[in-house]
């Protein structure tokens, strides 16, 4: 099993930032991608960013250009900064690791237990 630690969340004014992190441990074999995930009070878990083991991201349109996504691979850690928040980006933020079964028969998800994130406008 891996377990997934989150950190980092809190309640700030529209504009400021927010640095999250999310550390893995346990019975790590290889960890694939990463990623942080939200979800908004009556909505539906969406994603925000995800970065591969190599270091390619990708970015939830609506957080592109003021979310940075990284990781460090030596720690097991996954990091979300946060920069020019704004009130919609308010949510509870999950970690997400894909993590290669030692077995071989394929990648197995593991998800945090989340951190909120509060936006006051």
């Known amino acids: 099993q891996v377990q997934l630690v989150e950190s980092g969340g809190g309640l700030v004014q529209a504009g400021g930032s927010l640095r999250l992190s999310c550390a893995a441990s346990g019975r790590i074999f290889r960890i694939n991608a990463m990623g942080w995930y939200r979800q908004a009070p009556g909505k539906q878990r969406e994603l925000a960013a995800t970065?591969?083991?190599?270091?390619?991201?990708a970015y939830a349109d609506p957080v592109k250009g003021r979310f940075t996504i990284s990781r460090d691979n030596a720690k097991n850690t996954v990091y979300l900064q946060m920069n020019s928040l704004k009130p919609e980006d308010t949510a509870v933020y999950y970690c997400?690791?894909?993590?290669?079964?030692?077995?071989?028969?394929?990648?197995?998800?593991?998800w945090g237990q989340g951190t909120q994130v509060t936006v006051s406008s």
């Open positions: 970065i591969t083991s190599g270091g390619n991201t």
């Open positions: 997400n690791a894909n993590h290669w079964r030692p077995d071989g028969r394929g990648l197995t998800d593991y």
